[in-house]
């Protein structure tokens, strides 16, 4: 299935990219698809996760078309 | 109600006088509470020459008009008014409008609260910080 990564502020400067789009195998999870793009990386502790726009637990399975962001802890207002 | 993530800088107190104009019917509020949040030209020791403020765009906005339907749904509140910077930033300029409006101040006071708290601590928004130094991510929000 096909599902759209995103990285965003200090993760996206980290990784050198913004938005990748992978094969990724049925049923699989937010925090195994950030190991398939990151080649294994450690993911931060205080990463946060979020499925088509929702927050959501690293654990959560993915459906095909999903769009799965990962970033740090929120800074505005 | 009114949500809005904007490029270019804002001044909030025309936002809300405008935005009362256009929405508010005279007379049907006692009470506005107003937050203002803007960037200041220090942080922790260091002086800040400049901030980029990141978003995460579709995301954030379905957040804030998210808080806003759940802040009128738990308070009387009128209406509410949610505008947020991105973009390049000097200190001085405005980066967070909240409004809130309601028949009595409790209530008016007690939306925008909840309102700027959930925002700063849900709503996809990351700072970086442009210092003598060189640059740096804000890792944490100040607790109040």
């Given amino acids: ?77 | 109600m009114k949500i809005e993530v904007r490029e270019q800088p804002f001044e909030p107190w025309t936002e809300v006088a405008a935005y009362e104009r256009k929405a508010l019917k005279p007379g049907a509020c006692g009470a506005a509470a107003v937050f203002v949040g803007t960037m200041r030209d220090m942080s922790g020791d260091d002086r800040v020459q400049a901030m980029r403020l990141e978003h995460y765009a579709g995301m954030t906005e379905k957040h804030l008009a998210r808080i806003a339907e759940e802040a009128m749904r738990r308070w009387p509140v009128n209406d509410a008014l949610i505008l947020h910077r991105v973009g390049d930033l000097k200190p001085g300029d405005p980066i967070v409008l909240v409004a809130a409006w309601s028949a009595h101040r409790a209530d008016a006071f007690a939306a925008c609260r909840f309102l700027i708290e959930d925002l700063k601590s849900r709503a996809p928004f990351w700072k970086k910080e442009q210092l003598e130094a060189g640059v740096r991510w804000v890792e944490e929000n100040t607790p109040g």
Avoid at chain 1, 54 to 76: H, I, M, N, Q
């Fill in chain 1, 1 to 77: 299935m096909r599902v759209k990564v995103k990285f965003l502020a200090s993760l996206a400067e980290r990784f050198g990219r913004r938005e990748v789009d992978v094969n990724a195998a049925a049923g699989v999870t937010a925090e195994q698809v950030w190991a398939q793009v990151t080649g294994g990386a450690a993911m931060p502790p205080n990463t946060l996760v979020a499925i088509n726009k929702e927050y959501a637990g690293r654990g959560k399975s993915l459906a095909d078309g999903d769009e799965v962001a990962f970033f740090p802890p929120v800074t505005g207002g």
